[in-house]
C-alpha cells in the first residue's frame, strides 16, 4: 500500500474520531438528562452550594442534631447540650447516649430521645415518658402539626403521641408493604402538612403518610441504583417546594432529590467526609440551609445553595 493511501486513510481516522467526541460531549447534553455516575468524585452542578458556617462542637460524642430559632441542640453519650451564638450554655445528662432530639413548640423547649425512652425538656427540668420494652429502638423523632411522631426501628413502626405523651396511632408501613429495617438507620421528617415523611431504608424508598397515619405518596431515587447500601437515606431533610436533601452511610454523602425522587445535585459529595465512623446528622434550617453535624471531626457545618 503506497503512502498516498496511508495519508488518506489516516486523515479519514482523524475526521471519525473528531465526529464520536463530538456526538458524545456530554456538554452538549441538556442538564435534566444527566444521571449523576456512581464514581468517587461525583459531578456537582454548576449551581451548587457552598459552606458558609461551622460551629464547633466541645463534645466528642456528638451525634443527634437539632435546631429551633434561637439555639442549637446537639446530643451526645451523655445527654443533651445547647448552644446559643455558637458557644454551649447548658448541658442536661440522661442515662445513655442520645440518638434524636426535635425542638418543641416553644424556644428552648425540646424532646429527646435515648433508644428506649423519651424525655421532654424545658431547659430546667425533664419530664421522662414511660421507658419503651426492649425489643425497642428509637431513631428518630419529629415534630408536625402539633404532634409527635417517632420511628421505632427495632419494632420496625412509627407512633404518634399528642406533645403529652398519649399515644394516638402506629403504623408498620402501606398495609402488606413494611417498613424494611436492617439497622437502626429510620428516619422522619415533617411534610409541612401535618403529616411525615419516613425513610423505608430497606426498601430506599421515602413514604408520606398524613397526620393519621393514611399512605399518601411515595419517592425511589432515580436512577434506581444510585442509593447504595442497605440503609439509605439514613437521614432526610424536606426544603422547599418539596425537595429533599439525603445523609447517606456507607458512602458518606449528601445529596438533593426532586419530588420524584430524581438526583438534582450533590450538596456535599462524599471526598468532604471522613468514611469511617458513622456519626453524623441532618438538620434542614429556615431559608433552605442545611446544617450537618460532622462528629468524628466535633463539628456542624452549614450550607446555603449557590444563587442562579
Same mark, same amino acid.
Given at each position: 500500500?503506497?503512502?498516498?493511501?496511508?495519508?488518506?486513510?489516516?486523515?479519514?481516522?482523524?475526521?471519525?474520531?473528531?465526529?464520536?467526541?463530538?456526538?458524545?460531549?456530554?456538554?452538549?447534553?441538556?442538564?435534566?438528562?444527566?444521571?449523576?455516575?456512581?464514581?468517587?468524585?461525583?459531578?456537582?452542578?454548576?449551581?451548587?452550594?457552598?459552606?458558609?458556617?461551622?460551629?464547633?462542637?466541645?463534645?466528642?460524642?456528638?451525634?443527634?442534631?437539632?435546631?429551633?430559632?434561637?439555639?442549637?441542640?446537639?446530643?451526645?453519650?451523655?445527654?443533651?447540650?445547647?448552644?446559643?451564638?455558637?458557644?454551649?450554655?447548658?448541658?442536661?445528662?440522661?442515662?445513655?447516649?442520645?440518638?434524636?432530639?426535635?425542638?418543641?413548640?416553644?424556644?428552648?423547649?425540646?424532646?429527646?430521645?435515648?433508644?428506649?425512652?423519651?424525655?421532654?425538656?424545658?431547659?430546667?427540668?425533664?419530664?421522662?415518658?414511660?421507658?419503651?420494652?426492649?425489643?425497642?429502638?428509637?431513631?428518630?423523632?419529629?415534630?408536625?402539626?402539633?404532634?409527635?411522631?417517632?420511628?421505632?426501628?427495632?419494632?420496625?413502626?412509627?407512633?404518634?403521641?399528642?406533645?403529652?405523651?398519649?399515644?394516638?396511632?402506629?403504623?408498620?408501613?402501606?398495609?402488606?408493604?413494611?417498613?424494611?429495617?436492617?439497622?437502626?438507620?429510620?428516619?422522619?421528617?415533617?411534610?409541612?402538612?401535618?403529616?411525615?415523611?419516613?425513610?423505608?431504608?430497606?426498601?430506599?424508598?421515602?413514604?408520606?403518610?398524613?397526620?393519621?397515619?393514611?399512605? !399518601?405518596?411515595?419517592?425511589?431515587? *432515580? $436512577?434506581? &441504583?444510585?442509593?447504595?447500601?442497605?440503609?439509605?437515606?439514613?437521614? /432526610?431533610? +424536606? %426544603?422547599?417546594?418539596?425537595?429533599?436533601?439525603?445523609?447517606?452511610?456507607?458512602?458518606?454523602?449528601?445529596?438533593?432529590?426532586?419530588?420524584?425522587? !430524581?438526583?438534582?445535585?450533590?450538596? *456535599? $459529595?462524599? &471526598?468532604?467526609?471522613?468514611?469511617?465512623?458513622?456519626?453524623?446528622? /441532618?438538620? +434542614? %434550617?429556615?431559608?433552605?440551609?442545611?446544617?450537618?453535624?460532622?462528629?468524628?471531626?466535633?463539628?456542624?457545618?452549614?450550607?446555603?445553595?449557590?444563587? !442562579?
Amino acid at each position: 500500500m503506497n503512502k498516498k493511501i496511508w495519508t488518506i486513510l489516516a486523515a479519514n481516522l482523524i475526521l471519525l474520531i473528531a465526529v464520536v467526541m463530538f456526538l458524545f460531549d456530554p456538554d452538549k447534553s441538556e442538564d435534566n438528562e444527566i444521571s449523576t455516575p456512581l464514581i468517587n468524585v461525583p459531578v456537582v452542578s454548576k449551581q451548587g452550594w457552598r459552606k458558609t458556617k461551622t460551629i464547633e462542637v466541645s463534645s466528642k460524642t456528638a451525634s443527634s442534631l437539632a435546631f429551633d430559632d434561637k439555639y442549637i441542640y446537639i446530643g451526645d453519650a451523655d445527654g443533651v447540650a445547647t448552644y446559643y451564638k455558637g458557644k454551649q450554655i447548658l448541658h442536661i445528662e440522661l442515662p445513655s447516649k442520645v440518638v434524636a432530639i426535635t425542638p418543641a413548640k416553644n424556644v428552648f423547649f425540646y424532646y429527646a430521645a435515648t433508644a428506649r425512652m423519651i424525655v421532654f425538656s424545658d431547659g430546667k427540668t425533664i419530664d421522662k415518658w414511660p421507658k419503651m420494652d426492649s425489643q425497642s429502638t428509637i431513631t428518630a423523632l419529629t415534630m408536625s402539626g402539633g404532634k409527635l411522631f417517632v420511628a421505632d426501628a427495632g419494632k420496625r413502626k412509627v407512633y404518634c403521641y399528642s406533645v403529652s405523651g398519649k399515644k394516638l396511632w402506629e403504623i408498620n408501613g402501606n398495609g402488606e408493604d413494611k417498613f424494611i429495617i436492617p439497622s437502626p438507620y429510620f428516619d422522619l421528617s415533617p411534610d409541612g402538612d401535618g403529616g411525615i415523611w419516613v425513610v423505608n431504608p430497606g426498601r430506599h424508598r421515602v413514604e408520606n403518610y398524613t397526620a393519621e397515619g393514611k399512605f !399518601k405518596a411515595s419517592w425511589e431515587p *432515580v $436512577p434506581k &441504583n444510585t442509593m447504595l447500601g442497605c440503609c439509605n437515606p439514613a437521614y /432526610l431533610g +424536606v %426544603l422547599s417546594g418539596d425537595r429533599f436533601v439525603s445523609l447517606e452511610k456507607g458512602l458518606v454523602r449528601s445529596r438533593l432529590f426532586a419530588p420524584s425522587g !430524581k438526583i438534582i445535585e450533590y450538596l *456535599v $459529595p462524599e &471526598n468532604n467526609f471522613s468514611q469511617g465512623e458513622f456519626r453524623y446528622d /441532618l438538620a +434542614v %434550617l429556615p431559608g433552605n440551609k442545611v446544617a450537618i453535624l460532622d462528629g468524628p471531626r466535633n463539628k456542624i457545618d452549614i450550607y446555603e445553595q449557590r444563587a !442562579k
